[in-house]
């Protein structure tokens, strides 16, 4: 089933309030981007900072940060059911993934532009989904990177049952053809 689901990426607790109230009006399910100013430049609200969720979404947090084992305890207590997290985190990707499952979540692995799809390979039977970045990662408004279509289309091909999303630069002009690429 093709869906979107909106994403929350907020410099502070009262952006991120203002952004979720009118987000949950328009969906059940919302992605919440988290930044720490190591692995992206930009720097989000904290997760720690918010203190609910709405009980009633589906709410996949999307970790851009060096050590995602670090917001799993917060994730749980929010009431996350999907962590997503970047092969490229110094940690050992398969471990990570292993310790996300472990805490009951779902788990995608996410894919900044740069990164070949081989590095996905080995890990792709023990994720739920792929998130591939067809932006770089950490700030909004972006223009899509054309090639990020063509890693989607390639990856749709080699792994058919897969979930794979896409995240950035994502406009009603090039939904269509991401839709059609495998997302």
Not at 19 to 45: H, M, N, P, R, W
Not at 49 to 74: G, Q, S
Request: with cysteine; charged share 30%.
């Amino acid at each position: 089933m093709k869906k979107i689901i909106p994403t929350i990426l907020a410099e502070n607790l009262e952006d991120f309030n203002v952004k979720l109230s009118k987000i949950a009006e328009l969906s059940d399910e919302i992605q919440i981007d988290i930044t720490d100013g190591y692995f992206t430049e930009s720097k989000t609200v904290e997760l720690i900072d918010i203190k609910e969720l709405p009980a009633n979404k589906f709410f996949e947090v999307h970790l851009m940060v060096n050590d995602p084992l670090d917001y799993l305890f917060h994730c749980k207590w929010l009431g996350v059911k999907r962590v997503i997290f970047h092969d490229e985190v110094e940690a050992n990707t398969s471990d990570v993934i292993k310790k996300i499952k472990d805490e009951g979540f779902e788990v995608f692995l996410a894919l900044n532009p740069d990164t070949e799809l081989s590095q996905l390979t080995p890990h792709i039977p023990n994720v739920n989904g792929v998130l591939i970045m067809s932006v770089n990662p950490g700030y909004g408004g972006q223009e899509i990177i054309p090639e990020s279509i063509g890693k989607i289309r390639k990856l749709r091909s080699e792994f058919p049952e897969i979930i794979i999303g896409a995240d950035g630069g994502i406009k009603k002009e090039n939904i269509k053809e991401l839709f059609d690429a495998g997302i």
